[in-house]
């Protein structure tokens, strides 16, 4: 260690010589010629007004010259303060710009049934209600009573049917699309039929989804506003039942518009239409862009695993999705992922406490850039104004009773009628934008350097330039005549005053 650190001091000391050796052949300037070089620089820089100080020989004007040197550079300070102040805020301006097309995407619409069972089939198994409440909690957190009669009946029910299959159950004894309960489908003027639909699990159980996906790729476009889908539903109220206990006491379809490359979402986005209505939708199409952080919220890093396309909605399900693989080994079927598919006593034991951990402790959130789930960098939305009317008419009530061989009260009790279409065919920009850009943070500082000072980037080379030549006569001064002036000694006096005694002597 201690040859260590001498050969460190040798080397320092070494490189030190060296720099001393290379300076010393440096010749320091006279106090003459560093004056010389001080007015030619004032002289000759593009700095303004120092040149004035310099070359007038009324001292006024000098003292003059000097305030408004001195004025403007506190000026120029301050405006460039103010404005790195300001650019370091990440301020944004928002633009809305409106584009008018021949032809829009129309959207995905999902539908279901308000009452998700066959009435046959949870006669049956009445705990199917509650079990498919659990199991719906990861897309939608319910507050579960945990000492509830229902609960006690799903862990009975869980322990005595080990191989039981919600997901199985649910898709074979839900609601289905066919042509019972869709009895009249047109988009655009052409008839559509429940085979241009796809199936999709949400907390209401069996939905299907118009134009998702690779569904209908001819039929996704619009050329004309005021047509677009047009649906007949009989929800079959007979068929179909729910617990009135758990809030579902409503008859109609609920549906909801979303971008067909995103899953839907019903939570505080679903739309209702109860039965014996006509509800008339109208949508406008609506895209976003956010910027990314530190000027927005928005992550453009983040890809999903299991969608294409980013969105708060998938990225909170792939968050909930790996939470309980990694706690409970295993995933539920609402959820995206592979692994082992979680059965009803991993719900009631591990995925339902784990759902409220994750709430509890916020390990899956949503907004900011530093969240889980941050919003996304863009995204289309779909803003409906939706109107109703009584349907059918009574000519019409007697015309659909014959033709589907009903009563008028189950026409009326049963049969729903939804319209969605454009309102116009352009579709809204909103953009989040950088107040400032560095190009328009350089040209503003040029701007102010210009005004007050009538400098530029030259000006500033000069002045580096003229500060570092400084700096590099200070170095060779204070290494070489410092050290020389701290060396020399004056003759001792006691040596003089005692050679003057002996010589009296």
């Not at 010259?65 to 404005?83: A, D, E, M, N, P």
Request: glycine share 6%; net charge neutral.
């Amino acid at each position: 260690m201690e040859q260590t650190e001498k050969s460190k001091v040798y080397a320092e000391n070494g490189l030190l010589e060296k720099i001393k050796l290379c300076l010393s052949k440096k010749p320091l300037l006279s106090p003459t010629e560093r004056k010389k070089f001080h007015h030619d620089f004032a002289i000759s820089t593009s700095f303004h007004g120092i040149h004035n100080i310099v070359q007038n020989q009324s001292k006024i004007r000098k003292v003059l010259w000097l305030v408004v040197v001195l004025g403007s550079v506190s000026l120029v300070t301050w405006q460039i303060y103010s404005r790195l102040l300001n650019y370091f805020t990440w301020p944004t301006t928002t633009s809305i710009e409106v584009q008018y097309v021949e032809k829009m995407e129309f959207p995905a619409v999902t539908f279901c049934n308000l009452n998700r069972f066959q009435t046959d089939a949870v006669a049956k198994f009445g705990v199917i209600f509650f079990l498919w409440h659990i199991v719906s909690k990861v897309l939608h957190l319910r507050e579960i009573t945990a000492n509830s009669t229902g609960s006690a009946e799903a862990t009975d029910f869980a322990a005595s049917h080990q191989n039981f299959s919600i997901a199985e159950f649910i898709r074979n004894k839900g609601f289905y699309l066919d042509n019972s309960t869709l009895l009249d489908c047109d988009f655009f003027g052409k008839p559509c039929s429940p085979k241009d639909f796809g199936h999709v699990f949400t907390e209401y159980g069996n939905c299907f989804t118009f134009n998702h996906g690779e569904t209908i790729q001819a039929k996704r476009k619009v050329s004309v506003s005021g047509r677009g889908l047009s649906l007949l539903f009989s929800v079959n109220q007979e068929a179909f039942t729910d617990n009135p206990a758990l809030g579902f006491v409503d008859a109609g379809i609920i549906f909801a518009i979303h971008s067909p490359k995103m899953v839907p979402q019903f939570d505080g986005l679903g739309l209702l239409s109860p039965v014996g209505m006509h509800a008339r939708v109208t949508i406008r199409q609506v895209k976003t862009v956010h910027q990314e952080y530190p000027w927005g919220e928005c992550n453009p890093n983040i890809k999903l695993q299991n969608f294409s396309n980013y969105s708060t909605s998938g990225c909170l399900k792939e968050c909930k999705a790996q939470q309980i693989k990694k706690q409970c080994g295993c995933v539920p079927f609402l959820l995206p992922g592979n692994g082992i598919e979680c059965d009803l006593q991993k719900y009631l034991s591990c995925v339902s406490p784990i759902l409220d951990h994750i709430e509890l402790k916020e390990l899956c959130t949503v907004g900011t850039h530093n969240s889980s789930c941050p919003v996304s960098c863009e995204e289309t939305e779909y803003p409906a104004t939706i109107s109703y009317s009584s349907f059918p008419s009574q000519k019409a009530l007697k015309y659909l009773s014959k033709k589907l061989n009903q009563s008028r009260k189950y026409i009326r009790e049963n049969l729903v009628k939804i319209e969605i279409n454009y309102s116009d065919l352009n579709y809204k920009i909103t953009q989040q934008q950088k107040a400032v850009s560095v190009p328009e943070l350089l040209a503003d500082l040029g701007g102010q350097l210009g005004l007050f000072c009538g400098a530029s980037l030259i000006t500033i080379i000069e002045i580096i330039e003229y500060l570092f030549t400084n700096f590099y006569w200070i170095c060779i001064f204070f290494l070489l005549k410092i050290p020389e002036m701290t060396q020399w000694t004056p003759p001792p006096q006691n040596h003089l005053g005692n050679k003057n005694r002996i010589e009296e002597c």
